[in-house]
């Protein structure tokens, strides 16, 4: 286990210890709170692109279960922790977080004061860093810096996406949410039953989707559909689905131009729409308000969102670097619908005249907080009036 270096873009440095693999890389450096579900942290798509620095000082200690992988591999760019357990004591484990890095082929590094560098991207917000084996000189340093600060996630949506259109089927034996009341209290455990049974078609569109949103769907006797992220409107709308599912993602919202077109004519149909994080920004966006990047973002397990209209608090979910700009928000389209308690950003747009809402947070959590699972049993009872 050698040395390894995080230099940042300001020239901040970091020395630690190499874990995963040994490629050089430079990426967008961001901080994740969760205190558990690395795994699920690292197969979320929407990572893609990004350096990820987790907060919680010992990752690792229950190894690896692949069951509860959010995809079909990792993808951060690199990985940034204070301690990696190298022996995991778990009984679902099946492998060791160093293995699992190396792998997928990614870098990392351990053994690095992640509080202060999580203060510094708190301070100066969200910085690009290069992860390397390499000690460079001082002057070698400031010649790297304007490189490593010209980097940009780029078009990482089509990275991420599914291939080809397919039915999702889940790998493990999905179990039925309970049959009492939901959380807020929507839905008798008559009425669940009966939405259940109707069996919804849902078109999901993979911009980055992580698979507790289609499992999330199929728990409620839905058959999901997943379509690429560049699919056209006219091809979904042509299969005839219940409902569209608009999901998570990386990157930039604004670098889907030709994704936006396609949701906006989504947008115009009459099908609802239930759109997360990513889906929500370009739903935004394909509807004439803005986006703009966050100081350094919601990544974690335990941000508070106030319902607007009935003053309750959620704790949820998130991962995004972006946020809708609700001054530009046209009130004749769409209404904020949830807030975040801490920094007033907006978190969910309800839209006027059209069976359509969007959050920004994630419902479906792994890993996370499952209190706003009942917006899954809300999309069930659009379409069902949708008929």
């Known amino acids: 286990m050698g040395n390894a270096y995080l230099i940042l873009e300001d020239g901040t440095k970091f020395?630690?210890?190499?874990?995963?693999?040994?490629?050089?890389?430079?990426?967008?450096?961001?901080?994740?709170?969760?205190?558990?579900?690395?795994?699920?942290?690292?197969?979320?798509?929407?990572?893609?692109?990004?350096?990820?620095v987790m907060t919680y000082p010992l990752i690792g200690n229950y190894g690896i279960s692949i069951e509860d992988m959010e995809s079909s591999?990792?993808?951060?760019?690199?990985?940034?922790?204070?301690e990696l357990s190298r022996i995991p004591s778990n009984f679902r484990s099946e492998?060791?977080?160093?293995?699992?890095?190396?792998?997928?082929?990614i870098p990392g590094?351990?053994?690095?004061?992640?509080?202060?560098?999580?203060?510094?991207?708190?301070?100066?917000?969200?910085?690009?860093?290069?992860?390397?084996?390499?000690?460079?000189?001082d002057a070698q340093i400031r010649e790297l810096l304007p490189k490593i600060a010209?980097?940009?996630?780029?078009?990482?949506?089509?990275?991420?996406?599914?291939?080809?259109?397919?039915?999702?089927?889940?790998?493990?034996?999905?179990?039925p949410p309970s049959s009492g009341e939901d959380v807020r209290g929507e839905l008798s455990a008559s009425e669940r039953k009966a939405l259940y049974n109707r069996h919804f078609k849902v078109a999901l569109m993979d911009f980055g989707a992580k698979r507790n949103i289609a499992r999330s769907l199929e728990k409620r006797g839905c058959s999901v559909t997943v379509y690429p992220a560049h699919t056209s409107a006219v091809d979904i709308l042509n299969d005839h689905p219940d409902g569209i599912m608009l999901s998570?993602?990386?990157?930039?919202?604004?670098?889907?131009?030709?994704?936006?077109?396609?949701?906006?004519?989504?947008?115009?149909?009459?099908?609802?729409?239930f759109a997360i994080c990513l889906g929500h920004q370009l739903m935004a966006l394909a509807t004439g308000a803005d986006t703009f990047k966050m100081k350094y973002g919601h990544r974690g397990g335990n941000h508070p969102v106030k319902d607007l209209k009935s003053g309750k608090v959620f704790i949820t979910s998130q991962n995004h670097g972006y946020a809708v700009d609700t001054e530009r928000v046209n009130p004749d389209i769409a209404r904020?619908?949830?807030?975040?308690?801490?920094?007033?950003?907006?978190?969910?747009?309800?839209?006027?005249?059209?069976?359509?809402?969007?959050?920004?947070?994630?419902?479906?959590?792994?890993?996370?907080?499952?209190?706003?699972?009942?917006?899954?049993?809300?999309?069930?009872?659009?379409?069902?009036?949708?008929d």
């Open 15 to 52: 020395c630690g210890s190499r874990i995963g693999s040994h490629r050089e890389v430079i990426s967008e450096v961001v901080f994740n709170t969760s205190m558990t579900g690395y795994l699920e942290v690292l197969t979320d798509p929407s990572y893609a692109g990004q350096a990820l």
């Open 248 to 273: 998570n993602g990386p990157g930039d919202p604004k670098d889907c131009g030709s994704i936006i077109e396609q949701v906006r004519r989504l947008y115009e149909s009459d099908v609802p729409i």
């Open 109 to 137: 590094i351990s053994g690095i004061d992640t509080r202060a560098l999580t203060i510094l991207l708190r301070e100066r917000g969200t910085m690009n860093g290069l992860i390397t084996e390499q000690e460079y000189t």
């Open 336 to 386: 904020p619908a949830f807030q975040n308690v801490n920094d007033r950003t907006n978190e969910g747009l309800e839209y006027l005249h059209k069976n359509i809402f969007t959050v920004q947070f994630h419902p479906e959590a792994c890993p996370g907080p499952q209190d706003t699972g009942y917006l899954f049993d809300r999309f069930l009872k659009m379409m069902t009036k949708a």
């Open 95 to 105: 492998d060791t977080i160093q293995n699992f890095l190396q792998r997928y082929d």
């Open 150 to 175: 010209s980097y940009r996630t780029g078009d990482v949506v089509s990275k991420v996406t599914c291939s080809k259109k397919h039915v999702y089927t889940d790998p493990w034996e999905s179990t």
């Open 73 to 82: 591999r990792a993808w951060p760019d690199a990985f940034i922790v204070r």
